[in-house]
């Protein structure tokens, strides 16, 4: 049995503590590499000995093997709910099974516990069990579970840990993230909530964006392991064609790809004799390579879910691996931040949106005009090649000191010190104190960060309330400074 981590027995014993409180359908949040397969399979080890059966539901049938293989090294004997499948032991306390398999079949095992991986990849199968079932505990697990309406199927969240936090413990391995170039997006249509994909296609399948994809990665990526994400098959079949032309070994895989040739292909990657993976939405889910160290982003996507995803399957820890490279070539670092940077913390419960004035735009990373590295957000020296431009002052005069638009050692203090809850709710008041004065929308969203150095991106949900005693006094002192340097 594999020892499992602080943050993971932490974890379980979170979840554990929902089921006393009576939820049925906890969420655990926890980001790609860091072991949420473990976990499930500890809670499964525990409903075994306690003569309870389980079901682990894999959102692609494809990920199957990969989870049994999992259960077996932690010694779990198991059954495959899969046709023709070599497993099928129905008489085993504990199944793996895909969502397409269950959708497909009218009478499933019995069980009392069930761990949905990709928990925000919810389908009509998933919710028709979730009602159905209404004795038996569900467990969703995901990196990124801000679906539209996941908060009406899971009725709790809980946090095991933050990427930031994993990579300050050493846990994932920090990204390094590029942005050479990106394709014009102006007037790609947006089908639901995401570019669509043909004329996504249109505007990325250039052979200008391909021999940069192919040149920035043979400057930057030092022969690394990599995967790429493209936008379809064709993009990405012509993509391997341009890396095979240079001399790198590539190839294609997609939804396709029969399970033979997804085993040899990805096995000549293990080994080194590809150095270039790309596929189509096929490793954003569930794939396992710790050695890969660097992806390359082709496609754009408006989705915050598909980046996360994406770019956490470079962050595992593997020997002689020190860090990842992120070949941001789609622009989506610019639009999302960087991977490690602060994620909703909250279910969406599918309530209709209100239409809100734009408030002030959080400064996101951005490339560096020399290098193409992406600098995080206030930086003006690159730290990588030191190319400082000219063309923007960001050091601005104050009475008796100079000051640099950075976030100051008082307000990394406070942002580390206050907890989700207490920042959800400082925000919360700062909008009920701008509701009450008649301030313009945005001032709220100002004073935050004055506060804590960033913009409340995460609680763009939150309602306004009544201002507790402690705001009022912040707010007071805030004032009164202002008053102080527009007399001096």
């Not at 994993?166 to 394709?183: A, C, N, W």
């Not at 995967?227 to 590539?250: L, M």
């Not at 700062?430 to 995460?458: E, I």
């Amino acid at each position: 049995m594999i020892e499992l981590r602080d943050y993971q027995l932490q974890a379980i014993d979170s979840l554990r503590d929902q089921f006393r409180a009576g939820k049925r359908t906890p969420m655990l949040q926890l980001p790609t590499g860091s072991g949420k397969t473990a976990i499930a399979s500890e809670m499964i080890r525990c409903a075994v000995e306690k003569k309870t059966r389980s079901i682990f539901i894999c959102d692609q049938i494809s990920l199957i093997d990969q989870t049994s293989a999992r259960l077996d090294e932690e010694g779990i004997p198991h059954g495959v709910i899969q046709g023709q499948h070599w497993r099928w032991r129905p008489h085993e306390m504990v199944q793996v099974c895909s969502i397409q398999t269950l959708a497909r079949r009218k009478h499933l095992p019995e069980f009392s516990l069930a761990i949905i991986d990709e928990g925000h990849v919810l389908h009509e199968a998933h919710k028709k069990m979730m009602t159905e079932y209404s004795a038996v505990r569900f467990i969703g697990l995901s990196a990124t579970p801000f679906a539209r309406g996941l908060g009406k199927y899971f009725d709790s969240l809980v946090v095991g840990a933050t990427t930031r936090e994993l990579i300050q413990r050493g846990f994932l391995v920090k990204p390094y993230t590029f942005g050479p170039s990106k394709p014009d997006l102006e007037g790609v249509p947006v089908v639901k909530g995401d570019y669509d994909e043909n004329a996504l296609a249109d505007r990325s399948n250039k052979p200008q964006l391909i021999a940069d994809i192919v040149q920035t990665w043979k400057k930057l990526a030092q022969n690394r392991l990599t995967i790429c994400f493209s936008v379809n098959i064709a993009h990405s079949k012509a993509i391997v064609e341009r890396f095979n032309n240079e001399g790198i070994p590539a190839a294609h895989l997609d939804a396709y790809s029969s399970p033979t040739e997804r085993k040899l292909k990805t096995d000549a990657f293990k080994r080194g004799d590809l150095r270039i993976l790309s596929a189509v939405d096929l490793f954003s889910k569930g794939w396992d390579v710790p050695q890969v160290s660097c992806a390359i982003l082709a496609r754009a996507t408006k989705s915050l879910m598909v980046y996360i995803q994406q770019g956490g399957r470079v962050l595992r820890t593997s020997d002689g691996k020190e860090n990842a490279l992120i070949l941001d070539h789609a622009g989506n670092t610019e639009r999302h931040g960087f991977l490690y940077d602060e994620l909703p913390q909250h279910l969406d419960m599918g309530l209709k949106r209100k239409q809100k004035p734009r408030e002030p735009e959080e400064k996101l990373p951005h490339p560096c005009p020399s290098c193409a590295y992406m600098k995080p957000p206030r930086v003006h020296k690159c730290p990588r090649c030191g190319f400082a431009p000219e063309k923007k002052n960001i050091i601005v005069e104050a009475p008796g000191e100079l000051v640099a638009i950075d976030q100051t050692r008082a307000q990394r203090k406070a942002n580390k010190e206050l907890s989700p809850a207490e920042k959800r709710s400082f925000y919360s008041e700062l909008l009920g104190y701008q509701s009450q004065r008649g301030y313009k929308d945005g001032w709220a969203a100002n004073m935050y960060r004055k506060k804590t150095g960033v913009w409340p991106n995460s609680y763009r949900d939150c309602l306004p309330v009544e201002p507790s005693g402690v705001t009022l006094s912040w707010i007071k002192s805030r004032q009164i400074a202002y008053a102080k340097r527009r007399t001096a």
